[in-house]
């Protein structure tokens, strides 16, 4: 039986550190200032943060896992794995988690972690922002490792891989316990390249269903406590995605990927121009941009036409429509 990530519904008393919340990695810069050395996770009680700092240093010590990492792991070097820290340290949040049945070796920023067996306590890591100032525009963001219900939403990063790894229930929402990155790729929000994805928590599901797409099978799982949905980051003018859908509102440009035998019986609006609200997949098929084999495309956001006109092309057929306030095209460079 998986083990059920609880939320603690009461404070506890007797801690020096906070209890996981919103904003359970922000910090006065006098708590950070006199934060203890980190050391390892196997004190850090389940559902608790601790505030610790680590020393500029190239050395690397022992850590199992790839987030959650065990109990016994190093901090420092699962946070410098993490991409929470460099080889110049800082302070960091380290979040209790429960014991795992098993877990998963990796190799990420330059650290390379072990496979282990059950262990009774777990925990990830987070960076130490200061109470009051805003995150640099070009601030890294925290890697993904084990959803947490208390903090979200966040945004997160993913690796290079991310359609391999952990185990994934459900199709969205997904079971708490199920791997953020893998559950990404799965949702076409980013490709197995990786990328930023933002992370919502949901209400517990009486039933997850297994699905394939985007290259990742997730499972099927009965009654969970805890959900989580995905989606992708634009942020900017140039957006990522990994299955294409249709153009995000917040984009100037979106690259995205179309499946191989994508069905093109969707909506679309237009011969090119299209419609901003058209299927991306079936307009590029349209358009001649991709074909059954599918690939990767750039759409890019253009003004509003006062009318489009619907035709048959590149066995696509599309429908005619009158104004629409946005449009899409596609870079064939």
Known sequence: MRLIVLALAAALTGLTSPLLAQQANVFAQAEIDSAPACGKGREIENGTVQLCTCKATTFKRFVWGSGPYSGHSDVCTAARHAGVIGEDGGALAVVGRPGQKSYEGSDANGISTKRWGLFQSSFDVMPALVAGQAAAADEPVLACTGFSADAAPYTCACPEGSDAGGSVWGSGPYTGDSDLCRAAVHAGAIPATGGKIKVTAAPGQDAYEGSSQNGV?????????????????????????????????????????????????????????YTADSDICTAARHAGVVDAAGGSVTAIRLKGLDAYAGSSANGVTTSKWGSFEQSITFDRN
């Open 217 to 273: 099978t997730s499972s099927r799982w009965g009654s969970y406590g805890q959900s989580f949905e995905v989606a992708a980051v634009a942020g900017g003018a140039i957006a990522m995605q990994g299955t294409c859908s249709t153009m995000p509102a917040d984009a100037e440009s979106l690259v995205c990927v179309c499946a191989e035998n994508a069905p093109v019986s969707k909506s679309v609006w237009g011969s090119g121009p």
